[in-house]
């Protein structure tokens, strides 16, 4: 009966260090493969306008690079309310592109404001987080 306990704990012991070795094996191949994919860069994360006119169109741009090896994806893009609409790339960034994310914000809601808009790549597992920030002025010949 001691023998097979002693057997029965050396088995498991064998059996947790195998799966060890397998998960270091899988983040090592994770990490090459990371490593290959595409990485992004922003120009800016937030854009800032003081004074926004009311019925405004003017768009916020975010302008990005792919800097990676393989092409990047957009797979993605979230923004925070409904008064915000975003447009992505509908292609991938071939390596050394660049590209833009345009964001309309509605601007017949007067008033100081701030939206994020969440980013999914292939290029990472966590999103990019893009903000904009401002103030729509009230319709000229209002009352404030």
Known sequence: MKIIAILAVSLISFGSFAQTAQKDKAKKETAATDKAKSTVSFKTLKIERAEIPYDSKEPFVFEFKNNGKTPLIITNVQTSCGC????????????????????????????????????????????IILTITGKVLPQEGTAN
């Not at 964001?103 to 994020?116: A, H, I, P, S």
């Open 84 to 127: 915000t609409a975003a447009e992505k790339p509908t292609e991938p960034i071939a390596k050394g592109k660049s590209s833009k994310i345009v964001v309309n914000y509605d601007t017949k809601r007067v008033g100081q404001f701030t939206k994020t808009i969440t980013v999914t790549t292939n290029a990472s597992t966590e999103p």
